[in-house]
């Protein structure tokens, strides 16, 4: 069993960055692709980014290209998404979430384990 943990969101003015953080519990983390989903009122959660295990291989949304990086320190079994050059549009609730013995997958429904979640609004 995984459990995880975001930190890092919070009230930001378009234009500035955020790092969130994804702390996860368990022996296993090394071994998992790890995403970024978001999820705004009244939309769908969607994919924003992914990594898998080795952190050799990234993959984002065409929205957050050139603005987000994923990466992950399994020393410390933390995830991160640095987001710079934040846009209103990327206010929503951020996720992250793990896939045990996976490759980098773009699917919320192939990842078993996810955070709480962390509020990012960016203001205009």
């Known amino acids: 069993q995984v459990q995880l943990l975001e930190f890092g969101g919070g009230l930001v003015q378009a234009g500035g960055s955020l790092r969130l953080s994804c702390a996860a519990s368990g022996r296993t983390f090394s071994s998992y692709a790890m995403g970024w989903f978001r999820q705004a009122p009244g939309k769908e959660r969607e994919f924003v980014a992914a990594?898998?295990?080795?952190?050799?291989?990234?993959d984002y949304t065409d929205s957050v290209k050139g603005r987000f990086t994923i990466s992950r320190d399994n020393a410390k079994r933390t995830v991160y998404l640095q987001m710079n050059s934040l846009k209103p549009e990327d206010t929503a609730v951020y996720y992250c979430a793990g896939r045990p013995w996976g490759g980098i997958s773009w699917a919320s429904t192939e990842y078993d384990y996810w955070g709480q979640g962390t509020q990012v609004t960016v203001s205009s």
């Open positions: 990594i898998n295990w080795s952190g050799t291989s990234t």
